[in-house]
């Protein structure tokens, strides 16, 4: 019987991350031990109620409303609560008292990353977050070591999964937003107020922590250019499908140097857009997450898997636990964070991109040569036009007035596109333009 | 101007991924030199002929074939020569003078592992081997670190480039094995002797390594199940993918506990085997590679990217090389192999799992009867029996005697389905058993 050193681990939360973590070092104690070299000793997890119905169960008398004196017997302090206040006022706490923190907690991250991760360099504890972004999937550690030695170009992530649900269900049976809202909502994949996910500020936060790491520069969240996907309506599902491509929530982030124009920079944004079927990130369903990244020598690399749930990030929560144990079992170094790049956070008028326009137009002789002279006016190309299959309402064919055109372009400037659309919805003959997405992958 | 220390990094090999190396480390110095904290100082390069034509190029001042000394002088070792000798000699020695060695060289540690990691742990040193599977793709640290808190159940990878590239020609073509394997050879993707590749050794060295580390367990390669692609016939992939299946060459590394049995250990085995449309895996085309892993936590998860090329390796091996520079920076641990599961290593025997069995049957009343009676006897349940579309030589039609007899079961016992193609070759209708392919992550 070997006689391993103890840590001593308090877990703040006892949600449905909680009760995972806690129930896998109850159950899981000696293998974990094994691992590390040590024996891992949950001392406590604080809650704001203790009569609680937690699922799995956490053991009564581990649970306490004490946090702050919980903390303070601690090696480690996993933060698995949400939310800004009181995560923050907790962890800084930990920190200060020398423990290492793991935490799943993206919004605060995001929010003030900054701040978190110089305290922890100066008292020199570590800050794990793997779980804080896309649940189970390893993507923090990837990039910060493994690309270590390369340069990550772009990465492109879908690590929303209840928008990546609602965009799915919406292409498999021709759902509604609002229908396929209402399914990931009594699944469980949507909170009741939807904002954080469907507006797209849920994967902002996470595109800010990511950008950060491949970059190594500080991401200043309120640059994160967002668009949600409560505009996406089943008719611009349907025309892109018939396209090949299907239309995903992205969080992108992107390494743009174009010393022509001026550009020398990060370009950090959320948007909805088309990916060709094709592409690897097109294949994810339902409420998974994936991200892919593009480096100078990897190449291209994606990293999938489930982006919420208990059990799945109750996994990335451990593996930092180990991660932290093993460190304090050999000692030396964790995370070094660095930022040292500075680089500017861009606007999202500097990225270059393709873009599928959809105009709802008189249906009469001329006006496609009026569109056309538009696009040709803002220097943005014209790759492909089609005349839709339905319009809002119904076929076009019915309505007999107006007509859906669908116009794809060639890698055109943000800017010039932008231009393009506002001189688009002056012409006499467009009624609207109904929707412009970016196309990305292709 | 920050003055750094500078670490002293010999490079052993100059091929196509040393050739990478040193002018990533030559190009990149001031970006590394900041991400590390130190300046990686690259004393050396070890090749056989000094005259010898490189690309990218290596300066011919760092040009050496004095091997053993470049080690000596050396605060980290990168080797990325390949082969067993003098590789082996030559790690070994740079671990003995303390050097952390950073491998590329899946044979070496498939084969002797064991013993380099036992040295390495002796003296306090460090042995990375990233870029040894999979390329590029980051899966050695998520599997060591992010995993190391759940438990992996199973791994299943397309580790092989070469064999991908075969079969998904074939699948989508319709080339023969030899038409598929001598485009393969034309745009480099296979060797002169395509033997390593097509005969399954190369995958069954990476599924050694992937299953020790998922495992935390000591895998002896000659217990790894092998099976390579020649085998495979144009008509085998036309009939699965006709039944909705992609042909991959798998490895596979599955926890097996099934007290009943007395089946508990570690099962290892490459084989090429049928994996449904719908599968992440299905979607990796050419000569790319991924692993899936299962986990109790985690569920399923996916690392996907291009497994081979030069710039791909050396951008793996420059992730590891600047995981052991920081290492010597900031001071601490590494990798903390451990091996303490000590599982043991099953044979192919004792796997279930389902299957697609192929038979060239007399075309006369009463086969079908008579198979189906055979499959029964050994308790494995059929799912599905199609009568083929094409024969070895040509339409089944057209032959009149025989017809091609296609059968997909329920998951059985490897045993059960050995007895039962043992007993179907026995039989006077079956003129031959064409193909006996298993499927994998139905």
């Known amino acids: 019987?070997?006689?391993?050193?103890?840590?001593?681990?308090?877990?703040?939360?006892?949600?449905?991350?909680?009760?995972?973590?806690?129930?896998?070092?109850?159950?899981?104690?000696?293998?974990?031990?094994?691992?590390?070299?040590?024996?891992?000793?949950?001392?406590?997890?604080?809650?704001?109620?203790?009569?609680?119905?937690?699922?799995?169960?956490?053991?009564?008398?581990?649970?306490?409303?004490?946090?702050?004196?919980?903390?303070?017997?601690?090696?480690?302090?996993?933060?698995?609560?949400?939310?800004?206040?009181?995560?923050?006022?907790?962890?800084?706490?930990?920190?200060q008292s020398g423990a290492d923190v793991v935490t799943a907690n993206k919004a605060l991250l995001a929010n003030h990353g900054t701040e978190l991760f110089a305290l922890a360099e100066r008292v020199g504890a570590q800050l794990y977050y793997e779980a804080a972004v896309a649940g189970a999937i390893p993507i923090i550690r990837p990039l910060r070591d493994s690309l270590?030695?390369?340069?990550?170009?772009?990465?492109?992530?879908?690590?929303?999964?209840?928008?990546?649900?609602?965009?799915?269900?919406?292409?498999?049976?021709?759902?509604?937003?609002?229908?396929?809202?209402?399914?990931?909502?009594?699944?469980?994949?949507?909170?009741?107020?939807?904002?954080?996910?469907?507006?797209?500020?849920?994967?902002?936060?996470?595109?800010?922590?990511?950008?950060?790491?491949?970059?190594?520069?500080?991401?200043?969240?309120?640059?994160?250019?967002?668009?949600?996907?409560?505009?996406?309506?089943?008719?611009?599902?349907?025309?892109?499908?018939?396209?090949?491509?299907?239309?995903?929530?992205?969080?992108?982030?992107?390494?743009?140097?174009?010393?022509?124009?001026?550009?020398?920079?990060?370009?950090?944004?959320?948007?909805?857009?088309?990916?060709?079927?094709t592409h690897p990130l097109a294949a994810v369903r339902g409420a998974n997450n994936a991200v892919f990244v593009e480096a100078e020598g990897a190449g291209s690399l994606m990293f999938y898997g489930a982006g919420a749930g208990g059990p799945e990030t109750a996994s990335a929560v451990l593996g930092d636990l180990v991660s932290a144990s093993r460190r304090h079992v050999i000692g030396g170094p964790g995370l070094a964070e660095s930022t040292h790049a500075n680089l500017a956070m861009l606007p999202v008028s500097a990225i270059t991109t393709s873009y599928h326009v959809t105009l709802e137009v008189a249906d009469e002789p001329g006006v496609l040569a009026s569109v056309a002279k538009v696009f040709a006016d803002h220097s943005v190309s014209v790759e492909l036009v089609e005349q839709g299959l339905f319009t809002s309402e119904g076929s076009a064919a019915s309505k007999g007035q107006t007509a859906t055109l669908v116009i794809g372009t060639h890698r055109a400037k943000e800017s010039d596109l932008a231009a393009t659309v506002a001189d688009l919805a002056k012409l006499k003959a467009v009624t609207s333009v109904t929707s412009v997405l970016r196309i990305e992958g292709a």
Do not use: C, W
């Open 148 to 277: 270590a030695g390369d340069n990550v170009t772009r990465i492109m992530g879908i690590v929303n999964g209840t928008t990546n649900f609602i965009l799915d269900r919406m292409d498999t049976d021709g759902s509604t937003f609002d229908e396929a809202l209402a399914v990931a909502t009594e699944l469980g994949y949507a909170e009741a107020d939807p904002t954080a996910d469907v507006d797209g500020f849920d994967a902002a936060q996470k595109a800010a922590i990511l950008a950060g790491l491949a970059f190594h520069t500080t991401i200043d969240l309120s640059s994160v250019h967002r668009e949600g996907i409560r505009g996406v309506s089943g008719e611009v599902i349907a025309l892109a499908s018939k396209a090949g491509y299907a239309v995903k929530l992205l969080a992108i982030a992107e390494r743009l140097d174009n010393p022509a124009d001026g550009i020398d920079g990060v370009s950090v944004r959320v948007y909805p857009a088309l990916i060709p079927r």
């Open 1 to 95: 019987m070997i006689e391993y050193r103890s840590l001593r681990v308090a877990l703040l939360g006892g949600g449905t991350v909680g009760a995972n973590v806690a129930r896998r070092l109850i159950d899981h104690a000696d293998e974990l031990a094994a691992r590390v070299g040590a024996h891992i000793d949950l001392i406590g997890v604080a809650v704001r109620d203790v009569k609680a119905t937690r699922s799995p169960a956490i053991p009564a008398h581990l649970l306490t409303t004490d946090a702050e004196s919980l903390i303070l017997g601690a090696d480690i302090v996993i933060e698995v609560m949400g939310g800004i206040e009181p995560a923050r006022t907790y962890i800084t706490a930990a920190l």
